[in-house]
């Protein structure tokens, strides 16, 4: 089992920026790969993005590509979130997870995510 940790969030202004963190431990983190996901008040959870474990492949959703840039530092045990050009449709809770798969590609779909984070709150005003 993997346990995740979030930091950052909070209220920003439209066209702002936040960065979420998200630390695990449990497993080596060079093996995990760590997806993103948002709940809007009223809606279903919807997939923000993902990079596998080897780092050399990431997946976003429609809605934040080329604002939300995903990354990880092995060495902190570490992903993370930098969201910008902030909209008031951003507003929601994130989530980070985890996906301890080695193989496949559900993880670029948001599937099979097997360990989850507390959530944080983003809050952009317009």
């Known amino acids: 089992q993997v346990q995740l940790v979030q930091s950052g969030g909070g209220l920003v202004q439209a066209g702002g920026s936040l960065r979420l963190s998200c630390a695990a431990s449990?497993?080596?983190?060079?093996?995990?790969?760590i997806g993103w996901f948002r709940q809007a008040p009223g809606k279903e959870r919807e997939f923000v993005g993902a990079q596998r474990w080897t780092g050399d492949s990431t997946s976003y959703a429609d809605s934040v590509k080329g604002r939300f840039t995903i990354s990880r530092d092995n060495a902190k045990n570490t992903a993370y979130l930098q969201m910008n050009s902030l909209k008031p449709e951003d507003t929601a809770v994130y989530y980070c997870a985890a996906d301890r798969a080695l193989f496949g590609d559900t993880w670029r779909r948001g599937e099979g995510y097997d360990d989850w984070g507390r959530g944080t709150q983003v809050t952009v005003s317009s």
């Open positions: 449990g497993r080596s983190f060079r093996t995990i790969t």
